[in-house]
């Protein structure tokens, strides 16, 4: 415990800037401890600021609870909930102490906690508030911008978790390169210097150079173009598909006169009837709130006057509706069924008006949607898509290829464990003996050199080549990246229906990703009140069975009374009677004072007899110890001359 206000204290004083001691801190007040609580919770910005002495208890009991709530700090298994927020918000020391040893343990851990809390906290919105379109749409977003926050902090940590020795293996591997063409550039130079031309090569050679990335540029323009005159033509099938009904054959004239009448009929009702409605609604609801805002706050007498105007107001109400009942006239009766459907087929109307105009924005959505997703896959995988048997082909080929990658794969992880053992048996032959690894050395030497030399002799044989040769050789060097162009391009094409599936599977992966951390989120929330539930009626359950067990055994008792009563009462009204319970135990007890009292006389008689019996003992051992002497004075040899005299009842022995 010594050490636990050691850590305490030490932290305390490096995270808060405090000067505790152990005395100091010991000494501190509930109200002291509360306050120093809350500051380190505002230091790890789990909350705001917050005075224990100023501000009311309920407003500090509600916002530490919520700051520990944020941090995600659990009480002790031990301690039920209840009582450990009794003791947390009653100031008690020891509580308090496991707290602060367990925020001041996990730093870094709540620091990152609070952070994401301070991001991820959704707003508590009333259920009637929340109905509202507006503020529905409002909570989407905020939601969607909670899941592209998760995204960027993963990645964030995934970045500052990257291990910095690969960045500076990188840095040196291309350190040493550089130094390696920088050599190579040297050689090169050395090997033109008689070359009288050298400017003229390089000149033909820049222009070849800009020839060809023209070319690549033209390239690229013409398939822009293709993807263009693709994508328009695209949307020209869909602008006639839209105007012939979603169709694949054209309709006549009159089909589609009569589909664009009837669009200019709903567009109509829609701007005349059921806009202005909506607008009208929603100016009046707009209204009401205004003169909700700019009253003062209601008291609950003013709420109870509210109800009673209500009240009188429904009660006029339903007056009037029987008044009206009661003067209807027959006409109004025959002409009601006609009102009510009118009133069904207006609420239809407009219940289809809301439905086509939902649709109408959904269909935007999606078309947006889409759009967004045909530029992404152009941009990622171009314009080919592959169907039919072409996708078939195209799978197959795959399957091989992935049948040659895993065989190829298992012969690299082959080569790399040969690889191994070499360098460990090179390794134990160097320890052993150094020469070799000086061989070793050597050797690589001179590999480096004959390489150098391989390539300054190439370069002597191409300066000594004409410029035809050389020509002829970048023309050739074209031919050749051309043809492997060719080559590659099969593979480009096979390739982009592959990143399109893995794009979709990756957005799948997302959403499900999504759906999960929010199930999750949503199963450990909820699950926690649950476990206190069971406990409790775990705890409920077992007082219960004890309460079961202890009534049981009462009533087994008074059962068995109840049978000795009844035993008793049936004995009682018997002529023969037997003896009754109470003259049995009183019997059993009158032959046990007898017994004591035969023992008791039995005691006094031994006691009486005691002295003659320890004297009749002592002889019997007085006895004894002298025939002892008499057998061991016959077997030892006889010292001294004597005589014995023997008779029938006695035994004397004389010396001379």
């Known amino acids: ?55 009311e208890s309920e407003t500090v009991s509600l916002r530490l609870l919520e700051m520990l709530g944020s941090v995600k700090y659990r009480p002790p298994a031990g301690v039920e909930p209840t009582r450990f927020r009794a003791q947390l918000l009653a100031g008690d020391a020891r509580t308090i102490h496991h707290v602060l040893h367990w925020l001041l343990t996990n730093k870094e851990q709540v620091k990152n906690t609070a952070y994401l809390a301070k991001y991820l906290k959704l707003p508590d919105i009333p259920p009637e508030v929340a109905r509202n379109n507006t503020i529905q749409d409002l909570l989407d977003l905020y939601q969607n911008l909670i899941d592209e926050f998760k995204d960027v902090h993963k990645r964030t940590r995934l970045l500052q978790k990257e291990n910095a020795s690969e960045i500076i293996n990188d840095i040196k591997e291309m350190a040493v390169e ?127 006057t509210v109800q009673d105007k209500i009240a009188v107001v429904n009660s006029e109400m339903e007056q009037l509706v029987q008044r009206k009942l009661a003067t209807a006239g027959p006409q109004e009766d025959k002409l009601a069924p006609f009102r009510q459907q009118a009133t069904v087929i207006r609420r239809n109307k407009e219940a289809s008006a809301t439905r086509v105009h939902e649709l109408a924005a959904t269909l935007k959505d999606h078309e947006a949607t889409l759009a967004d997703l045909q530029s992404q896959v152009k941009q990622l995988l171009g314009d080919t898509v592959l169907r039919g048997e072409e996708l078939k ?23 790399k464990v040969e690889a191994g053992i070499l360098a460990r048996t090179i390794h134990i032959i160097s320890a052993a003996d150094p020469t070799v690894e000086m061989a070793l050395v050597n050797h690589k030497k001179l590999k480096i050199e004959d390489e150098e030399n391989t390539e300054k002799d190439k370069a002597a044989d191409l300066a000594k080549k004409s410029l035809h040769d050389l020509s002829q050789l970048v023309a050739q060097t074209a031919q050749r990246l051309s043809q492997v162009r060719q080559e590659i391009q099969p593979l480009a094409d096979s390739i ?112 009486s007899r005691q002295g003659a019996v320890e004297e009749q003992t002592r002889l019997w051992e007085n006895t004894l110890q002298l025939l002892r002497c008499k057998m061991r004075a016959r077997t030892e040899p006889a010292a001294r001359q004597g005589r014995m005299h023997i008779t029938q009842h006695s035994q004397m022995l004389t010396l001379t």
């Open 178 to 304: 550089r130094d390696i063409v920088i050599k190579r550039l040297e050689n090169v130079q050395v090997n033109l210097v008689d070359i009288s031309d050298k400017e003229e090569l390089l000149n033909i050679s820049r222009a070849l150079r800009v020839q060809q990335e023209k070319a690549k540029e033209l390239e690229n323009q013409y398939d822009a173009q293709q993807s263009q005159l693709k994508m328009a033509s695209d949307q020209l099938k869909r602008y006639l598909n839209v105007i012939h009904g979603q169709s694949a054959t054209p309709k006549t004239v009159n089909d589609v006169m009569k589909r664009l009448q009837e669009e200019i009929q709903l567009n109509s009702y829609l701007v005349k009837e059921k806009l202005p409605q909506e607008t009208g609604h929603l100016q009046r609801e707009l209204n009401i709130m205004q003169s909700i805002a700019a009253e003062q706050h209601p008291t609950r007498s003013d709420l109870v």
């Open 1 to 55: 415990m010594t050490e636990q206000m050691k850590y305490i204290v030490k932290e305390l004083n490096t995270s808060l800037g405090r000067n505790y001691d152990l005395i100091k801190f010991d000494a501190l007040n509930e109200k002291q401890l509360l306050q120093l609580l809350v500051d380190l919770l505002v230091n790890f910005n789990a909350g705001e600021k917050l005075d224990v002495n100023e501000d």
């Open 393 to 415: 082909k195209y799978v197959n080929s795959l399957r091989t290829k992935s049948t040659v990658y895993k065989r190829q794969r298992a012969n690299l992880s082959t080569f």
């Open 496 to 607: 982009k229906p592959v990143k399109e599936e893995f794009q979709a599977i990756q957005q799948q992966y997302e959403q499900k990703k999504r759906v999960y951390e929010a199930t999750s989120i949503n199963i450990t929330s909820q699950m926690e009140p649950l476990k206190n539930q069971v406990k409790e009626l775990n705890d409920r359950l077992n007082s219960k069975e004890d309460e079961w067990k202890n009534l049981r055994q009462k009533i087994t008792k008074a059962e068995s009374l109840q049978e000795v009563v009844m035993f008793e009462m049936k004995n009682s009204m018997q002529s023969p009677r037997k003896p009754s319970k109470m003259e049995a135990l009183k019997q059993k007890v009158f032959d046990m004072e007898q017994i004591v009292k035969r023992l008791e006389e039995e005691q006094q008689a031994i006691s």
